[in-house]
């Protein structure tokens, strides 16, 4: 092990501090020299990670997420930046002395191993007695359902089991953490559903922190507490799935979760802290500002709303909310809901959906002149201040 | 699908790979088989006599030869793998963009004849050769040393001219290995000689497992390095058959020296399929 912890040293995993992050990453760069040039796949990323935290490292392929997990798995040393697992440096450290286990994307089982032996295997490494691998193999075989089928194959089981029997060969360690690299990626959509509840309910049961790497935002949003956005080697935005789709803080996480609607229009006045943008010939659109961003009259400003917090309607809407003119360009009825995609003054494209719990009658045709109408509360301005952005980027950008 | 048709389909692709080995192999065969029972000889010609005293014959006199032959079979073979391994695992893990290019190069010298290889090795290795020559001169080694006519130039010519048919196999093996399930063992707390032990060297016995098939047979029955780097003290099976029939002409001799030779091959080969070819010993091998 490494002597060079700046942390206090922890030996005890029975007595979780939940003072101390499970695992944390401290200006964590990675880059990688490839023909000659230098390419960097993590810029400078720094998170915490809590004690039993579902945590998911969601993004786009190149993103970096997968890098990122695999320098604290121990697979990559940083480039620049500390990582800690529970409060101690594991600089130098190699991916065999870390008490981290991974479940790998293509499940990476050992082929010529029954299952009980692919479980039995970490366990083994660390001369654990004879009865006890026993007995530890059994429990975690139960949890994960597989009891019955311990002299099996890997080849002999389906993509479900599969999944599974590597899920039970990282957890049977009781590792301080679990790393799982898009584990549901092999799996078809139903299973995938299943093995999402599944996955949440282990990790209830078991109380080890999670670090799920994907680039599924339904996945990240149904199964997380916390979700970290990743994009070109930097965290976007850190939050909770509520915060992240709710109110994401910069555009590509807009656009990365979820469907938005993107608009751009220029400020026309402040009111309180909320900007005030005119859009269009007679349309406008009010916009909360967070703390952390400024705007002044005359600025341009992003703004992002989601289709189904917008409203279809046939007059100009009164009252002090957001109020857009568009004409209908397609309407896809879906049963429960129907998609409208409009057409505003400048072309931008906008979808909205509505539920069809009163009126199984459409709202508006296609061709039709009609208007959007939100409640501010619901739209996000993007950009605008700090949180990696400044004020007068948008100006800058037009 | 159209029935008939459909069903002879396999049979019809099997059929021109068929008769070619029936016409060459199997029909000869069963002649030899029938050759081994005869007696007789050049002159008078050969008869069918059913005559299996042939092969105890033949076995009670050249017996010391055949212990011989399996002995280098097993050292050259031995040999193969200690060489081998190392070279596949390098070329499969370390060899980069590249793997293909040590391929070929380690490939190259077979590209040139099998016995005119041989006889480069005993123009070297000749007792006032380019190597040794210039050593005796210089007086550091005795002048009566000598590499050529001994075990040990034969066997050692036997692993060069089989080593191809080593590195290919095992290579290949090492090659399919997943490499994220080493990653997975280093995971699961293993240090780089247990991940080699309990991952890598088990998913590449397969290759081993072909590799000593495909140098054992071929090098057991080989008489082209008995005869060029050996001497009188180290003849091979190979070279008695070789003699019995081109110089002796005792047709059923060579007939049941081979078969008498096949049959132990066969039975060897068997019982080590049977012994090491096994899930049992690869997983006991990974435990």
Redesign the interface.
Known sequence: MTDTSPAPVRDDPGRADTAVPAIELAGVRKSYVSHGETVAAVRGVDLRIGQGEFFSLLGPSGCGKTTTMRMIAGFEEPTAGEVYLHGQSVTGVPANKRDVNMVFQSYALFPHMSVFENVAFGLRRRGVAKNEIRQRVGDILEIVDLTGREKRRPSEMSGGQQQRVALARALVNRPRALLLDEPLGALDLKLRQAMQVELKRIQREVGITFVYVTHDQGEALTMSDRIAVMNDGLVEQLGSPREIYERPATKFVAGFIGTSNLLSGTVTELSGRDAVLSYGDDGRIVVPLREDQTAGAGDALEVTVRPEKIEIVGERPAGGGSAVPATVAEVVYLGTSTNYLVTTADGTEVTVFMQNANNSDDVAERGDRVWLAWEPRHSYAIGGGANGVRGDAPKAAV | MTGLKGRLTPYLLILPGGLWLTAFFAIPLIFMASVSLMTGNLIDGFTQTWHWQNYTDAIGTYGDKIVRSLWYGLLATAACIALAYPAAYWIAFKGGRHKSTWLFLLLLPFFVSFVLRTISWKLVLTDNGPVLGPLKSWGLLPDGFHVLDSGFAVVSGLTYNFLPFMILPIYVALERI?Y??I?????????RF??FR??VL??SLPGVFAGVIMTFVPVTSDYVNASVLGGPGNTMIGNVIQSEYFTQSNYHTASALSFALMALLLAGIFAYARALGT?DV??AA??
């Open positions: 997943d994220r399930v990653e997975a063992a280093y995971d699961l707390y293993a240090g247990e991940a309990r991952v088990p998913l899930k690869l997983e990974a435990r």
